[in-house]
């Protein structure tokens, strides 16, 4: 039985396939947890889908970005930008179930083994005022009102870049928006927890005054291991405490794997070249 943590995937089923091909996985033995970004840009989100619905609970997925953003975009709430590759979902017969079984996935996911370590795992990043069990909880606060009937009100005030910032005082849209932004689209922070979405650069080019969300200093979630996507111009991040997947897919680059034995420090690395479905912005 092994355990992996995947990369952004981007609607590219092809190379999806591959890669659990090359990992020889089986739903009745390993799990896979997928940290977000399952669908757009790439040409096969809706085989995407389809494929990690029919896999079962082999298959652990975080909501990223891009998938909160086709629960927007199926709402009519958010036009399809131009380099959006949502149709095919938007389109399909079984589009009801495709975006109720999406609507249903956790922003944040933690895996203990066997002997007690913990895995903490999200799409973006974690806020540094934020515990382990804080980050949870704020994930599970979003994730009822997206399974709610307060659903299409909430994605209609989800999108902004205010409040930067956390404050336990912060109630309704804004405290959930902070909590989205979070875990679905930070890379930098100020060394205060100030979120930045203007820079996407790699961590070694950080404007100045801004840092990796992951080197803010007195981060309250830096004695446990996080497993992250989201951060292509990142690549891959391989460090004790820190496991970054993003390694563009999408764009040209690799479809990642993390194998993880009995124990956390047991990791073995599984790589797929991918055909580019889109250049780089």
Partial sequence: MSMYCIGDIQGCDEALGRLLDVIDFSPSRDTLY?????????????????????????????????????????????????????????????????????????????????????LLMVHAGVLPAWSV?????????????LRSDALVDFLAKMYGNTPAAWSDDLQG?????????????????????????????SASDAPAGLLPWYDAPGRRTADTPIAFGHWSTQGLVARHDLIGLDTGCVWGGCLSAMRFGAALAERELIQVHCEQAQPPK
């Fill in 133 to 145: 069990e804080q980050t949870l909880a704020l994930a599970a606060e979003v994730e009822a009102v």
């Fill in 34 to 118: 997928l940290l977000g970004d399952l669908v757009n840009r790439g040409p096969t989100s809706l085989q995407v889908l389809r494929r990690c619905i029919a896999l079962g609970d082999a298959v652990r997925p975080l909501l990223g970005n891009h998938d909160l953003h086709l629960l927007t975009a199926a709402h009519g709430l958010r036009a399809p930008g131009k380099r959006d590759t949502l149709q095919d979902i938007l389109q399909a017969p079984d589009r009801a179930q495709l975006l109720d079984w999406l609507r249903r996935q956790p922003l944040a996911r933690l895996h203990t083994t066997a002997g007690g370590e913990r």
């Fill in 173 to 201: 849209a804004d405290r959930l928006r902070v909590v989205v932004n979070a875990l679905t689209r930070m890379r930098f922070c100020t060394p205060d927890g100030r979120m930045d979405f203007e820079s996407s650069e």
